[in-house]
């Protein structure tokens, strides 16, 4: 084989070829998805700012700073960092394990497009995060369709099969200590102290010492199950917590207060309004704050004996009925009820097939989707509640509902969906699509491996070889001569 670097071998003359990653790697459309997400990374055009001069003829005006500006450091390959968003939740790795197993692993350096093997990190693990910021909702959305074209494109199940889904909810936890009220209290109080003492604000006394001893005894007492002591600590953290705000509130709000960093009287103010709904909510409120840094986090009781309530945010996943590819993840804030988020669950799941002109007839989902037909119009909804009135076949169907759970299950336990680290409600909504990717991912793998798909260059080169061959056996059988 030839090779452009003297010294160096080829990936594709280390690896197995015929290994289910290298497979998908030439299988995957990567010029669609670069051309897709290209829009998203190209440099903006600045309308620039107008200055008047004047010269020899009298005033002038010239603008400076137009045009696109070519300045900073060159972008690195789409196809590499989107292949790194494919593998860290097709693995379950995090952003700096993924690049460092990158730079150790020949076969998903070939994956991700390298044409020789490099012992170096892709990029620094940051680079991952903010790439997957500037992709946004919509582009994890693209990467997680072209693993449902693929699957398509390989034959690895049929289009009619994706017109009947099974529809199901999880919670997706978010990355948050359990939500205890000695502990809200003291961070509170801290997070208030910390953000005064940047704004420029001295305060009398932060009661740093005794919030410290009150959030230890408050930990004993909860242990030793001794509550009347616990509440007596707990209502003096609140009342702890209530003389450091009022003493901020005051020191804001004088007539000699000036602020030398608006960034932090902001941030001061943010950490007030939070610490005073934190002070005064009490056990059965609505909306209540569950984590400082997270607000959007909500309690959601699904009914486990193992696990009463879950904080996190509600998603719906959408999954093919016979095969079990992941058509969508979706989240929902708000804790609504199932069945009112089912037509954008199917909305979602109908814009990704729409290139193969699919449409959803029939939807498996449990009794939760009662009471809903009349907002899908044109679906099948098939749960247990009908169940005189279905047909053998749509019994059937139904039969295979809990499907869905072992789906769930893999989501949460091997792609990263049981716990999302990910920042605010755009990070709820961009991790459940990024999981599904994996899911899928991983879904094709094992369909290249049970149906024995080559690649595809390597297919082309078979059939080039045995053509040949064919050419040249014809050419050297004898000839028979022509009768007289």
Known sequence: MQTADFFRARIDAMINLSDPLAVLATRLPWAQIEAALASKFERQVHAGQVLEGGDMFGPTLVTVGAGTSNAGRPRLALRLMASLMYLKHSFNSSDEEVCQRWSENVLWQFFSGMDYYEHRLPCDATQIGRFRRDLGEDGLELLLKATIDTALAIQALKPKDLQRVIVDTT????????????????????????????????????????????????????????????????????????????????????????????KAVSDLLMWLQRAERIRTQQRNDKNKLYALHAPEVECLAKGKARKPYEFGVKSAVVVSHKHGLMLGARTFPGNPYDGHILSAALEQATNLLQDHALKLEQVVVDLGFRGVDADNPGVQIIHRGKFNSLSPQQKGWLRRRQAVEPAIGHLKSDHRLDRCWLQGALGDAMHAISCAAGYNLRWLLRAIARLGIRPAFLRLLTAALSLASAICASQSAPRRPAPA
């Open 171 to 262: 919670v997706q936890e978010k990355a948050i200590a359990h939500p205890v009220d000695s502990r809200l209290l003291e961070i509170a109080r801290h997070k208030v102290a910390s953000a005064a003492k940047r704004a420029g604000i001295a305060l009398k006394q932060t009661f740093a010492k005794e919030g410290k001893e009150l959030r230890r005894r408050a930990g004993g007492y909860a242990h030793a199950k001794q509550f009347r002591r616990l509440r007596k600590v707990v209502k003096r953290q609140r009342t702890i917590l209530g003389i450091v705000i009022r003493e901020v509130q005051r020191k804001l709000d004088a007539p000699d207060f000036c602020p030398t960093h608006p």
